[in-house]
């Protein structure tokens, strides 16, 4: 072992730990996350979330929750699935100014020092981008997969194809990748690509990765969100929460794929 290397946390009795990951900011995964969440608890797994964005914590505000710290037992639960972030501890009005090593120290608590167990799913909302960070976590947490969301635009897709990299770069298997904001489904019923879209497939193809989902542009996600309400659970019926409710179908199949294949490999010494 090197031993600059971080140790992996264990977390006994968590079946799945899926990072929820993206090149860059405002892509829409805390959204992936909350849904991918809502839908996994919504066919009957035991599920957590962990917002893991320690700088721009969305859950509290995404599931209508604000605690009292110092009298609430972590992990909080809401529509049945247990919740822990940043934001629950600190006024998210407060820009919370930390750097690289204590906010890896934050994360790692939340991993070690919350019973999170037992779980079918642990889903973790990362922080936006590749540095220390977001490096350290994939490295520390005990990961089944990354789902790497990006929006078409070229732009988006060159964060998230270092994404990519960085996940391969500590051995953390890729389930596969979104294109959120795909498409916007008109009152006509009729598709609209706004942006270009496709970009999200030529990714998937250029890593040999699945292409997990589309979601559309929908102004109820937004809306659902600010509601503290996921889609998913909020308007079950909406185009974008079919895509969302899909896209955990899939993620389910791919994700226990990716952990029986794992189990094959062999440790990797670096
Ligand atoms: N498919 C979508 N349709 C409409 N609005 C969306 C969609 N996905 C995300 N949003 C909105 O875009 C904003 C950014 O999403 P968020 O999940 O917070 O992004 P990130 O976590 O990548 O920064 C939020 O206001 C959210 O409600
Ligand atoms: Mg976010």
């Known amino acids: 072992m090197n031993p600059g290397m971080p140790q992996k946390v264990v977390l006994p009795g968590v079946k799945q730990v899926i990072a929820v990951a993206s090149g860059k900011g405002g892509v829409g995964k805390s959204t992936v996350a909350a849904n991918l969440a809502m839908a996994l608890r919504m066919t009957g797994h035991a599920v957590g979330l962990m917002d893991a964005d320690i700088y721009g914590p969305s859950v509290p505000i995404m599931f209508g929750l604000s605690v009292d710290p110092k009298t609430t037992p972590f992990p909080v639960e809401k529509y049945g699935i247990r919740l822990m972030s940043m934001g629950f501890l600190v006024d998210p009005q407060q820009a919370v100014i930390w750097r690289g090593p204590k906010v890896a120290q934050a994360v790692s608590q939340f991993l070690t020092h919350i019973n999170w167990a037992p779980l079918d799913y642990l889903v973790i909302d ?3 981008g590749t540095g220390d960070a977001q490096l350290t976590l994939a490295q520390t947490a005990p990961l089944t997969g990354a789902v790497i969301v ?11 194809r270092k994404g990519l990299a960085m996940f391969r770069e500590v051995r953390v298997p890729v389930i596969g990748i979104v294109e959120n904001m795909s498409y916007f489904v008109g009152e006509d019923g009729k598709r609209y690509d ?5 970009g999200g497939r030529k990714l998937a193809d250029e890593a040999g990765v699945p292409l997990l989902g589309e979601i559309p542009i929908d102004p109820l996600v937004a809306e659902s969100g600010d509601a503290g ?3 998913v659970s909020k308007y079950p019926q ?6 969302y409710l899909k896209l955990a179908a899939v993620v389910m199949e791919a ?10 490999l062999p440790e990797v010494q670096l």
């Open 150 to 160: 990006t929006t078409p635009q070229d732009i988006s897709l060159i964060d998230a």
């Open 194 to 198: 706004i942006f270009r879209h496709g």
């Open 229 to 231: 309400e996921p889609i």
């Open 238 to 243: 909406s185009p974008a929460a079919a895509a």
């Open 126 to 128: 990362l922080p936006p």
């Open 255 to 264: 994700s226990a794929h990716t952990a029986a294949s794992a189990e094959k």
